[in-house]
């Protein structure tokens, strides 16, 4: 007799809700985007070490994020559903869209903390991670050339703690499924202080005006549909940094450094592939 007690929801605490089953019955319909909607040209994947690593990237495109999962699928199309690799995301999301995030966590997304990502780490895992988060992902359209990771460097304390290399993972195309023409979080922050609720009683940290789909024209960091634009991707060689270990963790000069190699060396690799891609 099957049991009628309800699964505990997935709150992306845990390691053991990744599900390689779901996430192969999902490559078919990954494999269509993929190919025909998005036509992702992807290099770089022979970078991808056996041993686990921090990939860290810059994404584009809202909520939808479509590199991010091009670079799923390609993942598990390169290693199989098997191997894992667990993306830290943010917990706004168990708060906006439930559902959406329970779902995500199939495919192995854990919550943005340093006690997750390192259980990851332990269990001899890959882990993922785009720093600029929101900011990056609805940065203006103006903007669509440039590494943004709004100088957050909890991502290099991580790494130089776990004594892992990091992978830049780098996409152009994306910034062109949602045209984000500005961003007015500074003007709807004020109107909170005046009273204005947030919704979903959730700090967004940024608050776009863009156009696509479904809605057109709008306002706020809402769900979207991305257009077909193609899309671009590339795995970058790894960097290693020359002192590991919780010292260097906590010496801000170092991380300091580390962070902008990461930066400089990311957006040269992006300038590459902006070029490659429009043939100069």
């Not at 970078?47 to 670079?71: I, Q, W």
């Not at 706004?92 to 495919?107: I, K, R």
Request: with cysteine.
């Amino acid at each position: 007799m099957k049991s009628t007690t309800s699964p505990k929801p997935r709150q992306g605490w845990s390691l053991k809700d990744r599900d390689p089953d779901e996430i192969a019955a999902l490559m078919p319909r990954w494999k269509w985007f993929y190919d025909c909607y998005f036509r992702v040209q992807t290099s770089g994947w022979h970078y991808v070490p056996v041993e686990k690593a921090l990939f860290v990237g810059s994404h584009n495109g809202g909520l939808a994020a479509p590199d991010l999962h091009m670079l799923m699928y390609d993942w598990f199309r390169h290693f199989g559903p098997e191997r894992p690799i667990y993306g830290l995301m943010h917990k706004g999301m168990w708060q906006v869209s439930p559902s959406v995030a329970e779902f995500a966590t199939l495919g192995g997304a854990i919550r943005a903390y340093p006690t997750m990502a390192k259980a990851a780490f332990q269990s001899g895992a890959s882990v993922a991670v785009f720093p600029g988060g929101a900011q990056d992902v609805f940065r203006p359209h103006h903007l669509r050339d440039r590494i943004y990771f709004c100088d957050r460097k909890g991502f290099i304390k991580l790494a130089l703690q776990e004594v892992v290399p990091i992978i830049p993972f780098i996409s152009w195309g994306a910034h062109d499924t949602l045209l984000v023409l500005a961003d007015c979080y500074g003007l709807i922050s004020k109107l909170h202080a005046l009273g204005l609720p947030w919704l979903f009683d959730t700090d967004p940290t940024v608050f776009p005006i863009y156009l696509g789909l479904p809605w057109g024209l709008s306002l706020g960091p809402l769900p979207n549909f991305p257009l077909p634009s193609q899309i671009h991707t590339q795995i970058c060689p790894p960097i290693h940094f020359e002192h590991y270990g919780k010292q260097a963790a906590k010496d801000k000069d170092y991380v300091q450094s580390c962070y902008d190699i990461v930066v400089s060396e990311m957006q040269l690799a992006l300038d590459q592939l902006i070029l490659k891609v429009n043939g100069s």
